[in-house]
């Protein structure tokens, strides 16, 4: 039986203890978008879906740090929560309970009221998921979401969006189109092959889709059947 490490609860303040002090976890993130920037010369990479194969692989994490270390660094930032069904972002930060995304798509208005903010990152802007049930992101709530998308580029130096593993539903296809790129999160260790290509296969519909692919949760030994691939 093999046991895993207990990791400690992921808070807003170790959060932005982790960014603050520029550690590790900081510089990992800072290495990934410089790599994206590379790959993309020839186009302007703002807004980026952060999604996974199954559930349970970190994404949420990576996108909370993602976005942390780009606050750190001057960049204003909004990070908006949109899994639908398991919203882990707004319980990480103590939001959980506050108007936010399914409430907007649901009636209209501004998403500058409902940004929550931490005065020890002010450049990062959260857009917690919302009061309001949603299915499915279609119709009147497709149309808002993606103009919000397009109205936060123009504001925002980067806009992230927390979605749902690509095999929870539709809505991972519906949102791929409406940002610049999609960040594929595999947990080491844990998610199989069959997993991570069903999610490929799904995120190859729609070839305009620069998709990167983060491995989360690597061991510091990395067994040598890992370097292979």
């Known amino acids: 039986m093999r046991f895993r490490k207990e990791r400690p609860e992921l808070t807003w ?20 978008l410089k790599t994206m920037q590379v790959d993309a010369a020839d186009a302007e990479l703002k807004s980026f879906l952060f999604t996974s194969a199954i559930e349970s692989e970190g ?5 909370l740090n993602f976005a942390a270390m780009l ?6 930032v909004l990070l908006a929560d949109v899994h639908w069904q398991r919203p882990t972002l707004g319980r990480m930060l ?8 399914t409430d907007l798509l649901e009636t209209g208005g501004r998403h500058e009221d409902l940004l929550v903010q931490d005065t020890r990152l002010p450049q990062l802007f959260v857009l917690p998921r919302g009061t309001r049930s949603m299915e499915l992101l279609q119709g009147k709530a497709a149309d808002r979401m993606r103009a919000l998308v397009e109205g936060a580029r123009k504001t925002f130096d980067f806009v992230l969006l927390d979605g749902a593993s690509t095999a929870s539903g539709p809505d ?21 092959q069959t997993q991570l290509a069903a999610a490929r296969r799904t995120l190859a519909q729609h070839p305009g889709t620069r998709v990167g692919v983060l491995l989360n949760r690597v061991p ?6 890992y370097r292979t691939v």
Do not use: N
Not at 18 to 27: D, M, P
């Open 13 to 32: 303040a170790r959060i932005v203890a982790l960014h603050e002090q520029a550690g590790e976890a900081s510089r990992a993130c800072a290495d990934i």
């Open 59 to 63: 994404k949420t994490t990576m996108a």
């Open 71 to 76: 606050a750190t660094r001057g960049k204003r």
């Open 94 to 101: 103590g939001v959980s309970d506050r108007s936010g995304l």
């Open 172 to 192: 991972v296809l519906i949102l791929d189109r409406m940002v610049d790129g999609v960040l594929l999160v595999i947990a080491c260790d844990q998610t199989q």
């Open 220 to 225: 510091r030994y990395l067994p040598d059947y």
